[in-house]
C-alpha cells in the first residue's frame, strides 16, 4: 500500500509561486505514476497534472500548462508540483494520488491511493 502526503500549501499573492511536494510511502513508489488533482470550494475535483513511473512523460490540464511543472524524485520517493505565476482560480485544496495502471492519467476513477490534500490560497 501506498500512503500519499502533501505538503508546501499555503497563502500567496497573485502572481507568486509555490512548490507543493508529494512524499509516498511504499518500496514500489518508483513504478506507480503519480498526479495532483484540486478541488475548489462549490466545484468538483478537477485534473491538475501527472507524471508517469518513468518520469520521461507528463500531462498538464490546459490551465494551467506554462504555469505549472510537474517532477519527481523517486529516491526521496517524493512528487513536486512547481507553481508558478498564479492566480487566484488556483485557490483550491490539492491532492495527491497514485496510479498504479500507469494509464489514462486525467481520470480520477483509475487513481488508487489519495492524500489528505493541503490548501492553497492565491490572494488577488
Known amino acids: 500500500q501506498v500512503q500519499p502526503v502533501e505538503s508546501g500549501g499555503g497563502l500567496v499573492q497573485t502572481g507568486g509561486s509555490l512548490r507543493l511536494s508529494c512524499a509516498a510511502s511504499?518500496?514500489?513508489?518508483?513504478?506507480?505514476?503519480m498526479a495532483w488533482f484540486r478541488q475548489a470550494p462549490g466545484k468538483e475535483r478537477e485534473f491538475v497534472a501527472a507524471?508517469?513511473?518513468?518520469?520521461?512523460?507528463?500531462y498538464y490540464a490546459d490551465s494551467v500548462k506554462g504555469r505549472f511543472t510537474i517532477s519527481r524524485d523517486s529516491a526521496k520517493k517524493t512528487v513536486y508540483l512547481q507553481m508558478n505565476s498564479l492566480k487566484p482560480e488556483d485557490t483550491a485544496v490539492y491532492y495527491c494520488?497514485?496510479?498504479?495502471?500507469?494509464?489514462?492519467?486525467?481520470?480520477?476513477?483509475?487513481?488508487?491511493?489519495w492524500g489528505q490534500g493541503t490548501q492553497v490560497t492565491v490572494s488577488s
Open positions: 511504499g518500496r514500489t513508489f518508483s513504478r506507480y505514476a
Open positions: 494520488a497514485v496510479n498504479r495502471a500507469d494509464a489514462n492519467y486525467r481520470q480520477q476513477s483509475i487513481y488508487d491511493y
Open positions: 507524471i508517469s513511473w518513468s518520469g520521461v512523460s507528463t
